[in-house]
């Protein structure tokens, strides 16, 4: 029996927000520090370059060997975490995160990882809760 390939077109989705969470275009000193899969500490000074409640873009001078899905330790430096107007995550200190994309590094432009926040999402459960408490 042979399988064929039926293309369909694409539909884009309607009225669905691209985003969780909007993003802040924000260049600040970072670090992350992660264990390898020899179970050594690793640390790494970054640049962050976009932020939002729920995870944020970095990039390296120097290539990262961090694979995808590896859980991270995120920290911006500790002076800068009270006088900017950033998620309330970012202030406490030092959040656990997840790799979920790592952009290698290229002519134009530097290695860089997407991390996703590991937080309780306090703000989506609030918006369910007074979308259910309107229907009711």
């Known amino acids: ?37 020899r179970g050594v500490n690793r640390f790494a000074t970054v640049v962050t370059r976009d932020i939002s409640d729920c995870g944020v873009y970095v990039e390296c001078q120097t290539p990262l060997s961090i694979p995808l899905y590896r859980i991270v330790q995120f920290q911006l430096e500790p002076t800068l975490r009270t006088t900017l107007d950033l998620p309330e995550a970012l202030r406490r200190g030092s959040v656990l995160s997840a790799v979920y994309r ?16 590991i937080v309780e999402p306090k703000r989506r459960v609030r918006v369910a809760r007074e979308a259910a408490r309107a229907t009711a």
Do not use: F
């Open 1 to 37: 029996m042979a399988h064929t390939l039926v293309e369909r077109p694409v539909r884009p989705i309607v009225n669905q927000p691209k985003r969780a969470a909007e993003r802040r275009a924000v260049t600040l000193p970072a670090r992350l520090a992660w264990t390898d899969q």
């Open 102 to 117: 790592v952009s290698p590094a290229s002519q134009s432009a530097r290695a860089g990882l997407a991390l996703r926040l």
